[in-house]
Structure formats: structure tokens, C-alpha cells
């Protein structure tokens, strides 16, 4: 072994230290990088050929570069909603270009922003791939390659406008409201008690029979186009559908005695009068006597008795057949239990019937003392063409007699009218002007009758409908308005609405909307885009709806060490990094994508600052080897001398 090699030696020391000085330096500058990951150097010695063990020849030191790709660095929090950061294995896919003849690279630096074309490109200029999602909310592509993906674009994103198809109310209608009286309105009706304003050009006004709604509320929804559209639902308690009978003026009063008065509402009435009801094979008689009455008997002295009488009287299976009362204006009320019923009066006392007795209202359709039900409580009548499209009822037998709803749906005037006349109501020979079309008429804008149907309360004030055995919750309690056309000269935008009332409620007190909803939307523009967990890029538009645009898969390698790095914090695939694998975030071993993030570069200083202590000290004793072979070749060439 020669003095020289030594000499040679030293300064491979020096190279080995200088190569690992450079090392350090290179973390410790890009110790602020964005997903930058950090190498080490690793030295190992060179022995020089010998023959034997017992002999010493100069060897020195060589070094090799570690990548420490596999540890972590620090996720930081961040207010930028494309930003995100990887928490475990894997990288995000990119390139320098959204060209298709670029190479794929992959890098850990999320810090992802939308340039002017709407790509998303990290802080180092690399543009962000991923797979395209399709309306459905899956993504295009199945088992992902590389050759699936797209530079994910958002610019132009539009929210396409989305039709309202359910929605829900709960309201609690009053249960003390007054029923309202179809054989008392407007000289005596039948149901419904509203209808559709007319114009009369004779009267020169409008016909309209409607009793006015206790209670209204309106509803927004979207049609096919997004334009928003108000429903309008009215609420009106009512008298029926069941047949019913209704006594006229004068009023009446329960404690007031009914027989031989010489004066009073019901001075015709004389002991031994009956009032025979009858429903079906039930018949009762009401024997009216002048002194204390006889409930037993069915006898009534006041008109409290006869109430009384009438509502104590059974079936032979035990069930109730006649609900009477009072109404709020003295009126005496009695109703069939059985919708299904006629009730009929006929074989009572004329005297008890007429207008020094009960002053019973005849029936408005029949004009007689026997009373039809108005409308059929299971099924589509003439009153209530559309009931189909109301909740059944889960007792159609003896439902609650004082629970009756008549529910009307108005949708707004057609503003594509632009017929000017309408066949007269009164002489189809004739035409009058189209109120829809003229400002000028009274009836300009009104709201158009869609659809209208009654629902039933029980006596505990919970919707009338089949419910679950297990849970008691509501089964299908809709009302379906369906082919809703709003505007007839735009085609396409009708919608068809499902609207849950399950909830609804029949309780004294105040009317009340609990709760109301809807789905649909306007079209919406592009606010913002966020990175979720799970790797989808979503867009949050201004209608409040959201879309899954792209899936970004996760590139896995066995070996992420063995990755070959470039400028911008990207590494390019490598045999020794082993085979690449996609694989959606948070499956098969690949991390999750942490939203609003970023991920540090897993430099750590203080580690880099001891290290490169370390460095400088065998820098120092190996150039001390170097000065020191320098001296003893100084001292062998003085030897000449």
C-alpha cells in the first residue's frame, strides 16, 4: 500500500461528505415545499482486491442516494377548497400538459388552484387527472387506468335545472274550525263547496259559489325548465261527504223544551210528533212528549234529549249509526255514520219537519227529506273527479263524522293565453271575452283550480290512512298532482308532484305548517369546487345543489422509493418502483384525500441540522488525513537531501 493511496482515500472521504453536505442542503432549502419528500445518503466502503486477510490495502467510500418517498409529512390545514392533501400511500396523477402525448407523472403536492382555462394545476404547474363522473353520480370508467383519465376541467359548469318531483307539508289543520255547510251555502248546494270563478257577461260579474278557504298556504316548486312555479293549497273543513240533515232558523237551544211551546222555534211540535231517521236497514224513532223525557224510550222533551237519543242509538253490531249536535249558529246537525248511508226523514212529523218545527232544509238535489251521501268517501265522484289521487282512507266504514277536509291545489294563471274569447257558459253558440287574456277583467290572473279531494281525521286527530303495523307510521298519504302545465305554449315543462302529507294533524288550536319542503332547483352557476375524502371533486352551484364531476384515483406502488424524482416535486414511474396500481382513496391500501389541506415536505430540521454536524466533522478529520499524508510526503522528499 502506497502513501498516495491513502492520500486517495481521504479525498474520497471528502467527495462521500460533500455529496451528503449536498444532501442536506437540498432538504433543508425545500423545507417549505409542498409535498416535497426528503433523501438521505448512505455510505458503504470499497476494499480494494487483496490476497490474503492478513494483509491491509487501501480501499475508500462510496455513497448512495435514499429516497425517503414512504414517510409522511405534515398535513396542514388550509382555506382553499381545491387544495388537498394525502394522508397515507399513494399519489395524485398528473402532467406537465393536458396534452394527451404527455407523460403521466405523480406527485404529493396537492396545492391544486383553477387556472384561466378551468384546469386544476398545483403550485408547480402540473395539471390534475382524474375519471369523469356521469350524472348518475358513477364514475365513467371501470377498473381505471391511466388511459381513463382526464385533466380535470370545471370551467363552464352549469347546474342543470332539476324539476320538482315531492314534496312534504305538515300542518296541523284547527279541529275547533266550523264545518262548513254545503246545504247553507250560497241558498244550498251540494259538494264541493269551491269552484272555479266564471265571468257572467249577462250579470256582467263573476259566478263563483265557493265558500272562502279557512286556511291557505302556497308551496314553490321548478318545472322541467327551472322556473319556479307557486302552488297554492287551501284547506276548508266541511259537512260531509256523508249524508246529512240540517235544520233552518229560527236558532236553536239545547235546554229549551221543544213540545206544546204556544210560542218559540219549535212551536209546532206537539207531544206524540216522532222524527224518524233512518239509514239503510237502521231505523230509529225520536217520540217527542211533553214531560220528563224517557231516554230509554227514545223519548225527547228538550232539544237536549233529542240529541241525546239520536247519538245513543246502535246498530245490531254495536257501532253508531247518527253523529247529532249543534252547529255554531244553533243549527240542528245530524249526520250518517256510514258514509256509504242515505239518510232519509221522510216518515217523520210534517209538523216536526216544518217551519214552526225543525224547519229542515230539504235536500239541494233532490229537494226531498231523503238525503244521498254528497260524494263518495273511497272513490272519484262528480264532486271529486280527482279523489284517486288523494290518500285512501283506512276506515271507510264509520269514519270520523267531524274530520272532513275538501283540500284544493291551485297553480297560477297560464301566462301563455292568447285566445281572447271562451265559449258563454251560458249559450255555447256564443263566445265572451277570455278573462285569462283581458287585463281588463275582473278575473285577469286568477289563479286556475289544478285539483281538489277530501281527507278524514279520527277522533284523535291522526290522518285517516293505512298505516304500518310495526311502526304505525303513514303508507303512501300522498296527493299526486300529476302532468302539472303550467304554461300550455311552452312544451316540456311539465312536472308531476308527489306531495307527502303524512304528517299532517287535526288538533284545537291555531292553524299551523310545521314543516315544509320540497326538491327541485333553478339552474345554478359554479360558486365553488371541493375535494372530498373519498376523491371526488364536487360542484357547489347557486341553486344549493351539488355535482360529482371527477373521481381521482390514488397511484399506488410497491416501491414508491424507487421512483426516479424530477423538478416539481414529480416522479416518474421506474421498474424498481414496481408495478403501478389505481385505486380509489381509502381502498386496497391506498390513503385518504384530506379536503382543504395540503401535505408539508417531511423534512425535519433539527434531524438535518445534527446530521450535518455530523457531516461537517468527518469532512474535517478526512481532510486532516489529507493534510497529514501532505506532511509525511513532505518528509520523504526531505530525505533526499
Not at 217520540?287 to 228538550?302: P, Y
Request: glycine fraction near 8%.
Amino acid at each position: 500500500m502506497s502513501l498516495f493511496d491513502s492520500l486517495n482515500t481521504g479525498v474520497a472521504g471528502m467527495n462521500a461528505q460533500s455529496r451528503a453536505t449536498g444532501a442536506i442542503s437540498t432538504n433543508i432549502a425545500n423545507l417549505n415545499t409542498v409535498g416535497y419528500k426528503k433523501s438521505d445518503i448512505a455510505f458503504s466502503d470499497v476494499v480494494a482486491d487483496r490476497a490474503g486477510t492478513n494483509k491491509f490495502n487501501h480501499g475508500g467510500v462510496s455513497t448512495e442516494r435514499i429516497q425517503r418517498v414512504d414517510i409522511q409529512g405534515q398535513i396542514q390545514q388550509t382555506q382553499v377548497t381545491t387544495e388537498a392533501a394525502i394522508s397515507g400511500a399513494g399519489f395524485f396523477v398528473v402532467k406537465n400538459s393536458p396534452n394527451a402525448e404527455a407523460d403521466f407523472l405523480f406527485t404529493r403536492n396537492g396545492q391544486f388552484n383553477e387556472d384561466n382555462q378551468g384546469n386544476l394545476r398545483n403550485s408547480a404547474g402540473f395539471y390534475l387527472y382524474g375519471i369523469p363522473v356521469g350524472a348518475d353520480g358513477n364514475a365513467t370508467a371501470t377498473g381505471a387506468s391511466l388511459q381513463s383519465l382526464e385533466p380535470v376541467n370545471v370551467t363552464s359548469l352549469n347546474a342543470a335545472p332539476i324539476p320538482t318531483t315531492r314534496s312534504t307539508l305538515a300542518i296541523n289543520l284547527d279541529a275547533s274550525q266550523q264545518g262548513i255547510n254545503s246545504q247553507i251555502l250560497n241558498g244550498g248546494q251540494s259538494l264541493p263547496v269551491t269552484s272555479q270563478s266564471i265571468w257572467d257577461p249577462v250579470a256582467n260579474t263573476s259566478i263563483d259559489t265557493s265558500a272562502p278557504a279557512q286556511f291557505s298556504r302556497s308551496q314553490t316548486v321548478f318545472d322541467q325548465n327551472g322556473t319556479p312555479r307557486d302552488l297554492t293549497f287551501e284547506y276548508r273543513k266541511i259537512i260531509g261527504p256523508m249524508a246529512h240533515i240540517t235544520s233552518g232558523l229560527p236558532q236553536l237551544d239545547r235546554d229549551a223544551v221543544m213540545v206544546d211551546n204556544t210560542a218559540g222555534p219549535t212551536a209546532g211540535i206537539t207531544n206524540s210528533d216522532t222524527f224518524n231517521l233512518s239509514a239503510g236497514a237502521n231505523n230509529l224513532n225520536v217520540n217527542f212528549v211533553n214531560t220528563a223525557a224517557d231516554l230509554s224510550l227514545n223519548q225527547a222533551n228538550t232539544v237536549q234529549d233529542m240529541i241525546n237519543v239520536i247519538n245513543r242509538f246502535r246498530d245490531g253490531g254495536g257501532n253508531k249509526v247518527f253523529d247529532a249536535g249543534l252547529d255554531d249558529q244553533g243549527r240542528l246537525l245530524v249526520r250518517a255514520s256510514d258514509p256509504a248511508a242515505t239518510l232519509d226523514i221522510s216518515g217523520s212529523s210534517a209538523s216536526v219537519l216544518g217551519g214552526t218545527g225543525l224547519n229542515i232544509i230539504p235536500d239541494p238535489a233532490s229537494g226531498g227529506f231523503s238525503y244521498a251521501p254528497q260524494a263518495s268517501a273511497s272513490g272519484n265522484s262528480a264532486a271529486y273527479p280527482d279523489q284517486e289521487n288523494f290518500p285512501e282512507l283506512a276506515n271507510t266504514d264509520n269514519p270520523n263524522t267531524r274530520g272532513w277536509w275538501e283540500v284544493r291545489v291551485l297553480i297560477p294563471a297560464d301566462p301563455s293565453v292568447t285566445s281572447q274569447t271562451l265559449p258563454d257558459p251560458n249559450n255555447p253558440n256564443l263566445t265572451i271575452p277570455n278573462p285569462d287574456y283581458d287585463p281588463n277583467s275582473p278575473l285577469f290572473g286568477q289563479q286556475r283550480e289544478f285539483s281538489k279531494g277530501l281527507i278524514n281525521f279520527d277522533s284523535a286527530g291522526v290522518l285517516n290512512v293505512p298505516r304500518d303495523a310495526a311502526t304505525n307510521l303513514p303508507v303512501a298519504a300522498n296527493i299526486a298532482l300529476n302532468d302539472l302545465d303550467f304554461a300550455s305554449a311552452t312544451a316540456g315543462e311539465e312536472i308531476s308532484v308527489t306531495v307527502d302529507i303524512g304528517r299532517f294533524q287535526q288538533f284545537s288550536g291555531n292553524f299551523n305548517v310545521v314543516f315544509s319542503e320540497q326538491n327541485g332547483a333553478a339552474p345554478g352557476t359554479l360558486t365553488t369546487v371541493d375535494i372530498t375524502r373519498e376523491g371526488r371533486v364536487v360542484a357547489n352551484f347557486t341553486n344549493g345543489t351539488q355535482q360529482d364531476i371527477y373521481q381521482i384515483p390514488l397511484a399506488n406502488f410497491i416501491n414508491p422509493n424507487g421512483l426516479n424524482d424530477i423538478s416539481g416535486t414529480v416522479f416518474k414511474a421506474t421498474t424498481d418502483a414496481g408495478e403501478l396500481e389505481l385505486f380509489d382513496p381509502g381502498t386496497n391500501g391506498a390513503g385518504l384525500i384530506m379536503g382543504n389541506a395540503i401535505e408539508n415536505s417531511n423534512v425535519d430540521l433539527a434531524d438535518e441540522f445534527a446530521t450535518l454536524i455530523v457531516t461537517q466533522r468527518a469532512y474535517s478529520a478526512n481532510s486532516r488525513v489529507v493534510s497529514t499524508v501532505d506532511e509525511m510526503t513532505e518528509q520523504l522528499r526531505s530525505l533526499k537531501r
